[in-house]
T-cell receptor, first 115, second 108 residues
């Protein structure tokens, strides 16, 4: 398996503010991704975090709203900017290992509530 | 498209066998994965099928039929701890697209 940690585990934020979520993975992880999951819903891919370059965003997600960094192989951040209540969700970091390309490992998630 | 369809809910009793089906659109299809997610937990990988046929891992098995654009997850000897959401998923580039999930409730 792969070890993936996230922080914070949860937060309650005010409308209009921003929150940065950190994700740390072990050295066996090559690809890193960020997903969003509304309570009771499926997972939606936000973007692929690319080391040392801009993230690759999925349709419906833009860099100004969800800036992502990946300064090295084992660390990435996702910022949720100018938050609104619609951003209340669970944000999950995930990765694939170099020797297990078809399996994704997920972090414990960050539960965000925007008031 | 690359969407996946699966039932929203399944109920069963302990010791029973349950099958969760998943149909997918064929565009750009490479293989089908299954993930389990307990309430409040992270998704965990169960299986991956790239070729037609049955893959067995303990009490869980997964099946794929490319000709029918269809797969299923089979859970045998159900236990209470199997109550969770189960997602079928497929590759979209290097990332994954997930179905909407099937909530399995196991009762005694």
């Amino acid at each position: 398996s792969a070890v993936i940690s996230q922080k914070p585990s949860r937060d309650i934020c005010q409308r209009g503010t921003s929150l940065t979520i950190q994700c740390q993975v072990d050295s066996q992880v090559t690809m890193m991704f960020w997903y969003r999951q509304q309570p009771g819903q499926s997972l939606t891919l936000i973007a692929t975090a690319n080391q040392g370059s801009e993230a690759t965003y999925e349709s419906g997600f833009v860099i100004d709203k969800f800036p992502i960094s990946r300064p090295n192989l084992t660390f990435s951040t996702l910022t949720v900017s100018n938050m609104s209540p619609e951003d209340s969700s669970i944000y999950l970091c995930s990765g694939t290992r170099v020797d297990s390309y078809n399996e994704q490992f997920f972090g414990p998630g960050t539960r965000l509530t925007v008031l | 498209g690359q969407s996946l369809e699966q039932p929203s809910e399944v109920t069963a009793v302990e010791g029973a066998i349950v099958q969760i089906n998943c149909t997918y659109q064929t565009s750009g299809f490479y293989g089908l994965s299954w993930y389990q997610q307990h309430d409040g937990g992270a998704p965990t990988f169960l299986s991956y099928n790239a070729l037609d046929g049955l893959e067995e891992t303990g009490r869980f098995s997964s099946f794929l039929s490319r000709s029918d654009s269809y797969g299923y997850l089979l859970l045998q000897e159900l236990q209470m701890k199997d109550s969770a959401s189960y997602f079928c998923s497929r590759k979209a580039g290097t990332a994954l697209i997930f179905g909407k999930g099937t909530t399995l409730s196991v009762s005694s």
